[in-house]
């Protein structure tokens, strides 16, 4: 085995993590319609999305461990000395199986795809319950109102948002894409980064501060349809 072996091999695991991802959301949606049809299994079937959220995070998790350990120990070997490859896997499986046992799962719900499945679910709940009111009629209004206050558009690029994330800090939204391009410019200058928002205080936004918003996501694609159609 050779360095760029295991580089090639990292990449790969690298790569499966945003097919995790992209597995989160969609578990995510469903769970979202899954409250919208407030079906009589509705609580059994949100238990069981849950799991899934919570295995993927897991997952999501060990997969960032093992490449940072993997990283840390082949920077360690020098490409001129490749009888010490030999030894490599045993030492990642021992520092890798030492910090998994250091883990809490507890932690696991402070992962970013949990909390945005957690917050979809009762944002979700919050407003089949409300529609199902006898005053719907001033709930049409409330949503209108939260509606326009929430701008689709990104204060970033000054398009719609395609993935909308809400900073838990500051409540303000940006597109994904474009917030963490801004953190990673602003990280490699070693400054914070300020909330784009005018006004906004927030002089700090870290990448943990962002949470998915699926439920602005969905009336955003809504919209569109609406859009198209007339």
Do not use: W
Not at 217 to 225: A, E, T, V
């Amino acid at each position: 085995m050779s360095l760029s072996a295991v580089n090639g091999a990292l990449s790969n695991l690298k790569s499966c993590l945003a097919d995790i991802a992209t597995g989160m959301d969609i578990v995510t949606d469903v769970a979202i319609d899954v409250v919208e049809s407030q079906d009589e299994e509705m609580n059994s079937s949100i238990k069981e999305l849950e799991t899934m959220i919570l295995d993927c995070a897991k997952l999501d998790r060990e997969i960032n461990i093992f490449v940072d350990i993997a990283k840390e120990v082949t920077s360690e070997v020098n490409a001129q000395q490749p009888e010490a490859l030999f030894g490599l896997s045993d030492k990642v499986k021992e520092q890798f199986s030492e910090r998994i046992a250091r883990l809490s799962d507890d932690e696991i719900h402070s992962h970013q795809k949990v909390a945005a499945f957690k917050d979809s679910i009762g944002n979700a709940s919050k407003q089949t319950n409300q529609k199902s009111a006898e005053n719907t009629e001033e709930f049409d209004e409330d949503i209108a109102v939260t509606q326009s206050q929430v701008n689709f558009t990104c204060p970033l690029t000054q398009v719609e948002m395609l993935k909308p994330v809400k900073n838990k800090k500051c409540n303000h939204y940006y597109d994904e894409s474009a917030i963490l391009d801004l953190i990673k410019t602003r990280r490699n200058l070693k400054k914070k980064c300020r909330c784009p928002v005018v006004g906004c205080e927030n002089a700090d936004v870290k990448e943990s501060d962002l949470i998915l918003d699926q439920i602005l996501r969905r009336r955003i694609q809504n919209q569109k349809k609406k859009n198209s159609k007339n």
